[in-house]
């Protein structure tokens, strides 16, 4: 799957048969890769991925933090937290590189098989693939693992394999999954992604129940140790079975990786400089520029890095709930938009770094911009009776200010558009024709985003409507997102560089009444679902391109959201123990994976540590 984690931005030996072309068609018979379009980068001989070192030393530790908490050892299933890096403990049948759009490569699958149509894919498992128990992972555990997933998993999976007819063991080393229709370019490599679990394992389990037994897993790492909702601690697996696969030499390269949670950010950035865990991803802009001029930064012993990256941003943003009666008005969603001054909140707690997001699919070619024309326009067409007849004639622009804090105009828009909603002001208050008054809640569980809001807040009230924030924990927050219990939330939805299956359970309304489903906002447009089955079936780039644009802008005009911020950049600070390969994958970071500890500067650090 495409963007698991916010946590952990986180394979065979063998003979690997070159992609047979038959006739015209990209039929696949004993692959050792599939490309969403176009051919894979890597030959059926490459021996690592360019951007790994396949000599780099294996040892020490990785640690890092995470917020929150976890009370689950199993990720699977909607019940509970899963705690961070769980991932590292299972393997999926085929894996991603980084520096290609999105191409997949045998992992416990040796090679593969796909009809020119697209209409089904059949693994070929790796005899050498085993758990870490000994036992080998057969076609009964793929088997066993799709139908579990679909039946007891998250819901997410539901939405992600609906389009898979049937699952077929046709020996104990090979599994045929059929698809409901063809050319469905994506689908064969989102079945690529499934972990696979053991299915004699989990025999007599109760797999939809939370758990604190260690899971029995394949993959590179597995669990040595935790304490619950605090720390967690994988060990590398002696006898990984793949640690010489093309795809993983050179990765995995740390004996222990350590995963420590905190309260909050604050706290967390005041460990890491007490040395209590070893890197951060920092994702708050003021700390970026006030927090890290200490001595170990200025001494060098702290590292302090921005590395430019390829990848899609997304939408990170105030999302509102239009189950909501008073917030299914389009008007209403729109004038709360106005009062979001993000220029001036920028300038304050960012130091004006961020850049305002425009699209669901910012920072890649599949955001929609200016007006619609060619082959989107041409889309756009088959919808005209349905959509705003502003949509065709003019730009998608998100509310702007001149960040001086006065956004006076912008919240007169706001009243004229609550106005037009039915509302009134009676005794500085906005009420409803009824006499009831707008309000709204903002559910938030991380305090980052507090400085944020209570601005937002603030404009809220001067025109007439009555806005709070709840705080509330980790676990408390998961379980109200996932029974669409709040009215604005700040959610980030996550996209690739090949958006497909996925948007779906963003977006369709056959997931706006699903529990656990990432349809947070509960749109129900026939128009979004039309455009999401064409991103899924698009039979070119150009088209899926054509077709996300106008997927992004009739979404924007739906005004689901109210758009936040985004940076192309990612921003880390590290004690200076580690050594990192000569290329940057353009399209993750993944330091777990890639990066090693170097053992001079390691005793640099601990030296510093104990002379302080």
């Known amino acids: 799957m495409k963007h698991l984690s916010t946590t952990l931005i986180v394979i065979i030996t063998g003979i690997f048969l070159a992609i047979v072309p038959v006739a015209n068609a990209q039929e696949l018979s004993g692959a050792h890769a599939i490309a969403m379009y176009g051919t894979p980068k890597y030959a059926a001989d490459f ?23 976890f009370d ?19 393997e999926t049948l085929l894996g991603k590189s980084d520096d290609e759009v999105f191409t997949e490569y045998g992992k416990i699958a040796e090679t593969i098989d796909v ?11 790796n005899p050498k693939a085993h758990w870490h128990d000994g036992q080998p992972i057969t076609a009964d555990d793929v088997v066993w693992t799709f139908n579990t997933l679909l039946e007891k998993g998250h819901p997410f999976y539901r939405a992600y394999y609906a389009a898979v007819q049937s ?29 696979v679990l053991p299915k004699h394992y989990w ?8 758990t604190l037994d260690v ?7 597995k669990v040595k140790s935790f304490d619950a909702g605090r720390s967690i601690t994988y060990e590398r697996v002696a006898d990984y079975w793949g640690a010489d696969l093309p795809v993983n030499k050179g990765k995995y390269n740390f004996d222990t990786i350590r995963i420590d949670y905190y309260r909050d950010a604050d706290i967390a950035l005041q460990a890491l400089f007490a040395g209590e865990y070893d890197y951060r991803f920092e994702n708050i802009a003021k700390n970026w520029a006030l927090s890290y001029d200490t001595k170990a930064v200025r001494d060098g012993i702290m590292a302090k890095q921005e590395i430019e990256h390829g990848n899609p941003t997304g939408m990170q943003a105030f999302v509102i709930n239009t189950r909501r009666p008073y917030l299914a008005d389009k008007r209403v969603r729109k004038a709360l938009a106005y009062a979001f001054d993000f220029e001036w909140s920028n300038k304050q707690f960012a130091f004006s770094t961020y850049k305002r997001t425009h699209s669901y699919f910012s920072n890649s070619d599949m955001a929609s911009s200016g007006v619609p024309e060619g082959k989107e326009l041409d889309i756009l067409n088959e919808y005209k009776d349905q959509l705003p007849t502003e949509l065709f004639t003019q730009a998608y622009i998100v509310p702007e200010t001149d960040g001086s804090g006065n956004n006076r105009d912008n919240l007169r828009k706001a009243v004229e558009l609550l106005q037009a ?117 698009a039979s070119d780039y150009e088209t899926l391109v054509a077709t996300t644009r106008a997927l992004d802008r009739v979404l924007l005009w739906g005004e689901y959201v109210i758009p936040q911020w985004h940076i192309n950049t990612y921003r880390l600070a590290y004690w200076n123990k580690f050594s990192q ?7 993750d970071l993944s330091p777990e994976t890639l990066w090693w500890t170097d053992k001079s500067k390691a005793a640099e650090v601990q030296s510093y540590k104990t002379e302080r």
């Open 215 to 221: 899971p029995l897993g394949s993959g590179p790492y």
């Open 72 to 90: 689950t050892l199993n990720p699977y299933t909607l019940k509970g937290m899963g705690a961070a890096g769980l991932g590292f403990t299972y």
């Open 581 to 587: 390969p000569d290329i940057s994958p353009e399209y």
């Open 115 to 125: 009809p020119a149509d697209r209409s089904s894919i059949t693994f070929h498992l």
């Open 167 to 195: 699952v077929d063991k046709l020996d104990e080393n090979s599994v045929k999954f059929t698809f409901k229709t063809a050319n469905n370019r994506e689908l064969p490599l989102i079945m690529g992604q499934m972990p």
């Open 421 to 537: 909603a039915g509302y009134t002001m009676q005794d500085g208050a906005m009420v409803d024709i009824t006499g009831n008054p707008l309000k709204i809640e903002f559910l938030e569980q991380s305090p980052a985003f507090e400085k944020w809001i209570l601005p937002f807040i603030a404009n809220l009230k001067k025109i007439g409507v009555e806005a709070t924030l709840r705080m509330v924990d980790s676990s408390q927050y998961q379980n109200r997102i996932d029974g669409f219990d709040f009215d604005i939330t700040v959610a980030v939805f996550g996209q690739s560089l090949s958006p497909g299956n996925e948007q779906a359970d963003y977006w369709s309304s056959e997931k706006a009444d699903v529990n656990g489903s990432r349809n947070l906002m509960g749109i129900k447009n026939p128009v979004v679902d039309s455009l999401i089955d064409g991103v899924i079936h």
């Open 47 to 69: 021996t690592h991925f360019d951007y790994t070192n396949p000599d780099a030393p294996k040892g020490g530790e990785f640690s890092q933090a995470a917020i929150g908490t």
């Open 203 to 210: 025999e007599g389990k109760d797999f939809t129940a939370t």
